[in-house]
């Protein structure tokens, strides 16, 4: 079992810059592709970003693309997501989530383990 845990959201007016954290503690000594997600109100969770278990490949959703940069050290167990020119639509609730293999996937479902989430409020 791995646990996964966010933090680094907050209130931020649009324009500002934001970065996210994702701690996984348990059986970290498995490979495990990470990817980012997002779920606003009324809204169907969607994906944000992946990273595969070397951070050496990352891919985005066009709606984040050239603002957004995922990162990871492994050696902290821990994954990185950097917000930049936020904008009042990138209100939500981010998670994180683990997948036991080497490469990451868009597809939520696929995904073994979830955090529990950190909201970003992004004021106009």
């Known amino acids: 079992q791995v646990q996964l845990a966010e933090s680094g959201g907050g209130l931020v007016q649009a324009g500002g810059s934001l970065r996210l954290s994702c701690a996984a503690s348990?059986?970290?000594?498995?490979?495990?592709?990470m990817g980012w997600f997002r779920q606003a109100p009324g809204q169907e969770r969607e994906f944000v970003g992946r990273?595969?278990?070397?951070?050496?490949?990352?891919r985005y959703a066009d709606s984040v693309k050239g603002r957004f940069t995922i990162s990871r050290d492994n050696a902290k167990n821990t994954i990185y997501l950097q917000i930049d020119s936020l904008k009042p639509e990138d209100t939500a609730i981010y998670y994180c989530?683990?997948?036991?293999?080497?490469?990451?996937?868009?597809?939520?479902?696929?995904?073994?383990?979830w955090g529990q989430g950190t909201q970003v409020t992004v004021s106009s």
């Open positions: 348990g059986r970290t000594d498995s490979t495990y592709a």
């Open positions: 990273i595969n278990w070397s951070g050496g490949s990352t």
């Open positions: 989530a683990a997948r036991r293999a080497f490469v990451a996937t868009n597809d939520r479902t696929l995904y073994d383990y």
